[in-house]
């Protein structure tokens, strides 16, 4: 019992973390940029710019940081019996620190620190590809239940 409600416990944490950091990078990408134009000039999500762009910000934020805690949620709430749960854990929480990083790259504005944030999300991209092949070459591998 009381393990179920650590992982529950670790499952909503992440996944309010998760869809917190994507507030604070777009916040921190919107004060450290200086300016509308130079936001829209050198940021690499198309998404951003074109809030940016149509003055949908507010909605587009709120959307995302939804969609985010939502998607995060399910999946660790899905995989919470699965013996891969830390692992998801620790790709949502790649991504969750390359999004409350990712929008210092405009304050720190260095080529090595945009990299290394940008490697986070694809180790947890690896990470999230690996758990689903062992998912399923599990499910595909476990003998069927016997009929009667």
């Known amino acids: 019992m009381e393990e179920k409600k650590e992982t529950k416990n670790i499952t909503l944490t992440f996944s309010l973390w998760l869809g917190i950091s994507v507030i604070i990078?777009?916040?921190?990408?919107?004060?450290?940029?200086?300016?509308v134009e130079n936001l829209i000039?050198?940021?690499?999500s198309l998404l951003l710019?074109?809030?940016?762009?149509?003055?949908i910000l507010?909605?587009?934020?709120?959307?995302?940081?939804?969609?985010?805690?939502?998607?995060?949620?399910?999946?660790?709430?899905?995989l919470r019996n699965y013996k891969m749960f830390p692992i998801a854990s620790l790709s949502i929480a790649l991504i969750a620190i390359s999004h409350t990083f990712g929008g210092l790259s405009w304050y720190v504005r260095s080529a090595?620190?945009?990299?290394?944030?940008l490697a986070l999300p694809m180790i947890a991209l690896c990470l999230m590809i690996f758990c689903f092949?062992?998912?399923?070459?599990?499910?595909?591998l476990e003998p069927a239940p016997p009929s009667s």
Do not use: R
């Open 112 to 117: 090595l620190y945009s990299k290394l944030i």
């Open 58 to 78: 507010i909605p587009y934020s709120l959307f995302m940081m939804v969609l985010y805690f939502s998607c995060a949620y399910l999946a660790l709430d899905a």
């Open 41 to 44: 000039n050198n940021e690499h």
């Open 49 to 55: 710019i074109y809030a940016v762009k149509h003055e």
């Open 25 to 35: 990078d777009y916040l921190c990408t919107l004060h450290f940029s200086g300016s």
């Open 133 to 140: 092949a062992h998912l399923l070459v599990w499910k595909i």
